[in-house]
């Protein structure tokens, strides 16, 4: 019987060693540290003889607001790399590892899906290569380095109640959110008031995702704020002598995984932070090492464009100095029936009233990305339920928007299913129409830069911040760090801090409940309505159902 599950489909696939996939790029075996017989890290010393070759082109895949009946954005991001490379132009795929959280919690596993996965999907889904496990480990390092040096005299005069740095775990686990710390006796600390958010919040995830070599990392670091000090001076990783040990902990995790897709293509899995809550892109250093190898790169931004493709351009191509050539924009006929007020489960009827009014919230997003000056092509990923009429009414709307919708059939049919798509991705990037440029300038206020992209890419009336958050905000600039971009933690559900209002809303505001200076990674973090940094297990968590299998596989994670 021919395979018909995402996994199924993984585990029949026929993988190429690890090295015959760094041939393809022109990386010597010896510069491919192993993990296994199909994946391994990209040397160091390899990407940095890399300086001085051209970049090829960069094509970023996002898509509209996510809902509970799927987009697509990761298989499509594989497919699109698949397409290219079957019509004969080198690409490679660059995407984000996956979080614990997720994956135990109501997503399941994130390597694409159908006929258009990157494998080996269990491993890249758990453990990988340890990449996550080097984050946490120096992210609590610095933790435990704080606390130390209060213990034992506290020579830098730190102010027990501002310790900013809180400690990261990659689970969810709504009870660790709110802690108090070194209750016991004199012998455990001082007792303050703490907590934990999930890894891919954490600034040292976004710090190796935006570094570019690891002296780079080492600076960037010592210069995360910690705590301030009676007097209100901050103190930094650097003030308690952690950012040696952390880069350290860190070098092996700063070189970029190389994998495969079902296709034998070359794919990058580096980094992972959240779109909701961090920046959403994979790791600079994986996209500039792809953009010396292939010709063309697909790279993704986490959920919608709204979140991910923003946070894409205002701040990893402003960190990077990369500039996109085009940008894809993935929808589905049942999400958009979904965004038009269907429920659920009745997305499987004909609706093509919903589907015209749904189609709202993608013309929201495409007028946004194009308001970067990036040219735009909408993805339609086929399901089998679509009808014609439905169909139609997409491509109808896009065209009226001035861009194209092409149907894809990724899933189902592999690399013959996104010919069409991979063709005109082609055809725009070499063209080379692209205008990019961000949204808001360095020395705009760090408050004018929230309420830009409120009112710009969310469409709100303006925001609300109370008095605290306005001081805080002043008092950075004050400090020297009123140039840095600006990273919106919000649902990405809506393009309100509602997550139940779909489509394309109007008449709202934005309510700012906290800000946070991420000094290290060089960015204000703005904590929009009831957000959180770490997340919380579904009712009916995933893991209930993961298991080991009498056949000693891995069940229940797809």
């Given at each position: 019987?021919?395979?018909?599950?995402?996994?199924?489909?993984?585990?029949?696939?026929?993988k190429?060693?690890?090295?015959?996939?760094?041939a393809?790029?022109g990386?010597?075996?010896?510069?491919?540290?192993?993990?296994?017989h199909?994946?391994?890290?990209?040397?160091?010393?390899?990407?940095a003889?890399?300086?001085?070759?051209?970049?090829?082109?960069?094509?970023?895949?996002?898509?509209?607001?996510?809902?509970?009946?799927?987009?697509?954005?990761?298989?499509?991001?594989?497919?699109?790399?698949?397409?290219?490379?079957?019509i004969?132009r080198?690409?490679?795929?660059?995407?984000?590892?996956?979080?614990?959280?997720?994956?135990?919690?109501?997503?399941?596993?994130?390597?694409?899906?159908g006929?258009?996965?990157?494998?080996?999907?269990?491993?890249?889904?758990?453990h990988?290569?340890?990449?996550?496990?080097?984050?946490?480990?120096?992210?609590?390092l610095?933790?435990?380095?704080?606390?130390?040096?209060?213990?034992?005299?506290n020579?830098?005069?730190?102010?027990?109640?501002?310790?900013t740095?809180?400690?990261?775990?990659?689970?969810?686990?709504?009870?660790?959110?709110?802690?108090?710390?070194?209750?016991?006796?004199?012998?455990?600390?001082?007792?303050?008031?703490?907590?934990?958010?999930?890894?891919?919040?954490?600034?040292?995830?976004a710090?190796?995702?935006?570094?570019?070599?690891?002296?780079?990392?080492?600076?960037?670091?010592?210069?995360i704020v910690?705590?301030?000090?009676?007097?209100?001076?901050?103190?930094?990783?650097?003030?308690?002598?952690?950012?040696?040990?952390?880069?350290?902990?860190?070098?092996?995790?700063?070189?970029?995984?190389?994998?495969?897709?079902?296709?034998?293509?070359?794919?990058?899995?580096?980094?992972?932070?959240?779109?909701?809550?961090?920046?959403?892109?994979?790791?600079?250093?994986?996209?500039?090492?792809?953009?010396?190898?292939?010709?063309?790169?697909?790279?993704?931004?986490?959920?919608?464009?709204?979140?991910?493709?923003?946070?894409?351009?205002n701040?990893?191509?402003r960190?990077?100095?990369?500039?996109?050539?085009?940008?894809?924009?993935?929808?589905?006929?049942?999400?958009?029936?979904?965004?038009?007020?269907?429920?659920?489960?009745?997305?499987?009827?004909?609706?093509?009233?919903?589907?015209?009014?749904?189609?709202a919230?993608?013309?929201?997003?495409?007028?946004?990305?194009?308001?970067?000056g990036?040219?735009?092509?909408?993805?339609?990923?086929?399901?089998?339920?679509?009808?014609?009429?439905?169909?139609?009414?997409?491509?109808?709307?896009?065209a009226?928007?001035?861009?194209?919708?092409?149907?894809?059939?990724?899933?189902?049919?592999?690399?013959?299913?996104?010919?069409?798509?991979?063709?005109?991705?082609?055809?725009?990037?070499?063209?080379?129409?692209?205008?990019?440029?961000?949204?808001?300038?360095?020395?705009?206020?760090?408050?004018?830069?929230?309420?830009?992209i409120?009112?710009?890419?969310?469409?709100?009336?303006?925001?609300?911040?109370?008095?605290?958050?306005?001081?805080?905000?002043?008092?950075?600039?004050?400090?020297?760090?009123?140039?840095?971009?600006?990273c919106?933690?919000?649902?990405q559900?809506?393009?309100?801090?509602?997550?139940?209002?779909?489509?394309?809303?109007?008449?709202?505001?934005?309510?700012?409940?906290?800000?946070?200076?991420?000094?290290?990674?060089?960015?204000?973090?703005?904590?929009c309505?009831e957000?959180?940094?770490?997340?919380?297990?579904?009712?009916?968590?995933?893991?209930?159902?993961?298991?080991?299998?009498?056949?000693?596989?891995?069940?229940?994670?797809f």
């Amino acid at each position: 019987m021919a395979p018909r599950t995402d996994i199924e489909i993984a585990r029949a696939a026929r993988k190429l060693p690890i090295q015959a996939i760094g041939a393809r790029l022109g990386i010597p075996p010896e510069d491919l540290l192993p993990y296994g017989h199909d994946k391994a890290k990209v040397s160091a010393e390899f990407i940095a003889g890399l300086e001085g070759r051209p970049d090829g082109k960069l094509i970023l895949v996002t898509s509209i607001n996510p809902t509970a009946a799927g987009e697509g954005k990761t298989t499509t991001t594989v497919g699109l790399g698949d397409g290219l490379n079957a019509i004969g132009r080198a690409a490679a795929i660059c995407i984000r590892e996956a979080s614990l959280g997720p994956c135990f919690g109501m997503k399941g596993g994130a390597a694409g899906g159908g006929y258009a996965q990157v494998i080996p999907m269990e491993e890249m889904n758990l453990h990988f290569t340890g990449d996550f496990h080097a984050i946490t480990s120096a992210h609590n390092l610095l933790a435990a380095m704080i606390d130390n040096h209060i213990y034992w005299g506290n020579d830098l005069d730190i102010d027990s109640r501002r310790v900013t740095w809180r400690r990261v775990m990659d689970m969810n686990d709504r009870a660790l959110r709110d802690v108090v710390l070194s209750l016991g006796g004199v012998s455990n600390g001082y007792p303050r008031q703490s907590g934990f958010d999930i890894t891919v919040a954490s600034e040292v995830m976004a710090i190796l995702c935006l570094a570019r070599d690891l002296g780079d990392l080492e600076q960037r670091l010592g210069d995360i704020v910690v705590a301030y000090t009676r007097d209100r001076r901050p103190v930094t990783a650097r003030d308690v002598k952690a950012d040696g040990a952390m880069t350290v902990l860190l070098a092996q995790a700063m070189q970029p995984n190389l994998v495969q897709t079902l296709e034998n293509n070359s794919a990058f899995v580096h980094g992972g932070p959240f779109a909701n809550i961090a920046h959403g892109c994979n790791s600079v250093i994986a996209t500039r090492t792809a953009l010396k190898l292939a010709d063309f790169v697909v790279t993704e931004a986490g959920f919608g464009a709204d979140l991910g493709a923003e946070k894409f351009m205002n701040i990893k191509c402003r960190k990077a100095g990369l500039r996109p050539d085009a940008v894809v924009i993935v929808a589905t006929v049942r999400a958009l029936k979904m965004n038009g007020g269907v429920a659920k489960e009745a997305l499987g009827r004909e609706d093509v009233a919903a589907v015209r009014h749904g189609c709202a919230n993608l013309g929201r997003h495409l007028s946004n990305v194009k308001s970067f000056g990036v040219p735009a092509v909408v993805a339609i990923n086929h399901f089998a339920t679509d009808t014609k009429a439905e169909i139609e009414a997409v491509k109808a709307f896009v065209a009226g928007h001035g861009s194209e919708a092409i149907l894809c059939r990724h899933w189902a049919e592999g690399s013959d299913g996104i010919l069409e798509l991979a063709r005109k991705v082609a055809e725009i990037a070499d063209a080379g129409v692209s205008q990019f440029d961000y949204l808001y300038p360095d020395e705009m206020p760090l408050l004018e830069k929230i309420e830009t992209i409120a009112k710009r890419i969310y469409r709100a009336d303006g925001v609300v911040a109370d008095d605290r958050v306005r001081e805080q905000l002043r008092a950075w600039e004050e400090a020297g760090f009123g140039h840095l971009p600006v990273c919106m933690a919000k649902t990405q559900y809506s393009f309100t801090t509602d997550p139940t209002r779909r489509g394309a809303p109007t008449g709202f505001s934005v309510p700012i409940r906290e800000v946070r200076l991420a000094a290290g990674a060089g960015f204000v973090v703005a904590i929009c309505g009831e957000i959180m940094t770490m997340p919380g297990l579904p009712r009916t968590p995933a893991a209930e159902t993961i298991r080991i299998g009498p056949l000693g596989e891995v069940e229940g994670l797809f």
